[in-house]
């Protein structure tokens, strides 16, 4: 596999059909089409908030022994999966990490994840990667960080196995985001429930500037039409355990996030992605993000007590390559 990212953004519908019945290329194609737009789409930055938002995912699982070391805790990290680099940027950011190796199948996501790093001036290289094959030596990074990326890949056993053995003994690895089995039977409905009635509300006379171009939505419907192939798991937290433990780990732990958060934050995702960019405005932004933010506070401070774990909605887990 080249490591020169050499992205194809605009999948031609033969390709589209081609990737119908391969899940690698489809991943490939949906995630170049996106890698550009993605920061915008997701409202991903790299300053205070997300460097936040990271960081308190880290933080959740991994022990305070650990965390109570001198910054950066850990000297070489590897992100798979990295998309733009979100996680591992961001956690580079707060002190986790001196360098970082973002990866991903898609070259699209590997070139703006590596141009991001680049401009946040960390020491960051980047490489076109497949989890199921990690292309780097046995014993080589001290923390393996993933984020939304498990349930994309087809065994995910065989991907943890990668990851212990590149880590170093004692390494740790951290992977977030991973959408919970009923987490994602609600948060899909209520996506799929918001774009229906987004789409015909931007029909109604009068709504014409909050239309986007048609060539667009043509283009956005054909890449969009792979992400249900993309999607190729959900978990239940002790199935994550599982698999983290045949794959040779220990210390293996696992916690679940967001559930009243979901349910506000997949029906706010899906309207912003479905009007034209910038139309809403940081006034938007601010109210989403505090919402998302009280209803998080709820949910980790009140549910968490009476909801079972694999009800909320991400699933994050963590292990130990032992020593
Ligand atoms: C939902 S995106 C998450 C991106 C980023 N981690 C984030 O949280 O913003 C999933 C990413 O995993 C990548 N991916 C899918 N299958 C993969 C595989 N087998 N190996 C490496 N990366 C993969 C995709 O190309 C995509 O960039």
Redesign the pocket.
């Known amino acids: 596999m080249s490591t020169e990212p050499t992205p194809n953004p605009h999948a031609t519908a033969e390709e589209v059909e081609a990737a119908r019945h391969d899940s ?1 290329l489809a ?2 194609l ?2 170049d089409w ?2 550009e737009q ?1 920061d915008d789409k ?1 409202s ?1 930055s790299y300053d205070e908030r997300c460097i936040d938002y990271a960081r308190g995912r880290f933080d959740v699982i991994v022990p305070a022994s650990e965390r109570s070391r001198p910054e950066p805790l850990y000297d070489r990290a590897l ?9 591992l940027l961001n956690l580079m950011q707060s002190g986790v990490a001196r360098r970082g190796s973002v ?4 070259p699209g ?1 590997v070139k703006v994840a590596t141009r991001n790093g680049k401009n946040l001036g960390l020491d960051v290289d980047g490489r076109v ?4 094959g990690i292309p780097y030596e046995d014993n080589t990074f001290d923390l393996v960080v ?4 498990l ?4 065994d995910v056993e065989l ?1 943890l196995r990668e990851v212990v053995r590149v880590l170093k003994p004692g390494g740790r690895f951290v992977f977030a ?1 991973e959408p919970t089995t009923v987490g994602n039977f609600y948060a899909r409905r209520l996506a799929d429930l918001t774009w229906k009635t987004t789409v015909a509300a931007m029909k109604l006379p009068g709504m014409g500037s909050w239309r986007r171009p048609q060539e667009e939505l043509d283009e956005n419907s054909r890449a969009a039409a792979l992400e249900w192939i ?1 999607d190729l798991h959900t978990f239940e937290p002790r199935d994550l355990e599982r698999m983290a433990a045949n794959a040779g780990a220990v210390q293996v732990s696992t916690a679940s996030e967001e559930f009243t958060a979901a349910m506000l934050g997949w029906p706010v995702r899906t309207f912003e992605s479905t009007v034209p960019p910038g139309k809403l405005g940081w006034g938007w932004a601010r109210f989403a993000f505090r919402s998302w933010t009280t209803l998080s506070w709820v949910d980790a401070n009140l549910l968490r007590r009476v909801v079972p774990k694999g009800w909320f909605y991400n699933v994050m887990v963590t292990g130990v390559k032992p020593s």
């Open positions: 690698k991943q490939v949906y995630h996106e890698a993605y997701w991903i992100e798979l999966g990295c998309g733009t680099g979100f996680f990866t991903d199948l898609s996501m990667a497949d989890a199921e993933g984020h939304a990326v349930h994309h890949i087809p991907s985001g993309v």
